[in-house]
């Protein structure tokens, strides 16, 4: 599969617990973007990096929130202390570097308890 | 920022009718409008994108449409078939070269056989 895959695909947490998510974009593709997305909303987008520089973060993206892309291949989004208002599916999504056709993963569902 | 309205939130039709769905939005100079479909806990997947450069755009049963003067594109789906049941995210890329998102709140469309 050469599509854009994450991992773990479900996260069960208890509040207060530090969670990582992984994303792998396609291979070729140098931008890489995280979203956040709740039941009846539209991906709300959180980062981006272009190869390995984060690039821009959205107001959405609080401290205890951290994305890295170390070597502009995969990236990690770290959420510290979680909270019951972090529960939702985190998408991944790669694109070329026009940025304009983005390929998303299958996400994964987080769930804080 | 970009402000993206959609509508309808939902919308049922019988299967063979044709499928509106409507996208306003803020940014004038915004020139990229994709749509996406998502089937229940699967990934948006890019189904049709309009660059602001045309007014029209056909790929078989889909179709979309883009006026610049007025904000606002339109997703078509004609002879519409039960696999076509999904939800349907319009989005209005950031200007300025991130091409960062924002989407609709999406579309429910149920399409009855």
């Known amino acids: 599969d050469t599509g854009v895959s994450q991992d773990p695909r479900h996260k069960i947490t208890k509040r207060g617990q530090n969670v990582t998510f992984r994303c792998d974009p396609i291979s070729e593709h140098n931008r890489l973007y995280w979203y956040r997305q709740t039941l009846g909303q539209g991906p709300e987008f959180l980062t981006y990096?272009?190869?390995?520089?984060?690039?821009?973060k959205s107001r959405l993206l609080s401290d205890r929130f951290s994305a890295e892309r170390p070597k502009g291949s995969f990236s990690t989004l770290e959420i510290q202390r979680t909270e019951q208002g972090d529960s939702a599916m985190y998408l991944c999504a790669s694109s070329q570097s026009s940025g304009r056709v983005q390929y998303f993963g299958p996400g994964t569902r987080l769930t804080v308890t | 920022g970009e402000n993206v309205e959609q509508h309808p939130s939902t919308l049922s039709v019988q299967e063979g009718d044709s499928a509106v769905i409507k996208c306003t939005y803020s940014d004038s100079a915004s020139n990229y409008f994709p749509w996406y479909k998502q089937e229940l806990g699967k990934r948006p997947q890019l189904i049709i994108d309009i660059r602001s450069n045309v007014g029209e755009k056909k790929d078989q049963r889909i179709a979309v449409t883009l006026n610049k003067t007025a904000k606002h594109f339109s997703l078509h789906i004609t002879e519409t078939q039960p696999e076509d049941s999904a939800v349907y995210f319009c989005a209005a890329p950031s200007s300025g070269g991130s091409y960062i998102p924002t989407f609709g709140r999406g579309t429910s469309l149920i399409v009855h056989p």
């Open positions: 990096f272009q190869n390995e520089a984060q690039l821009e």
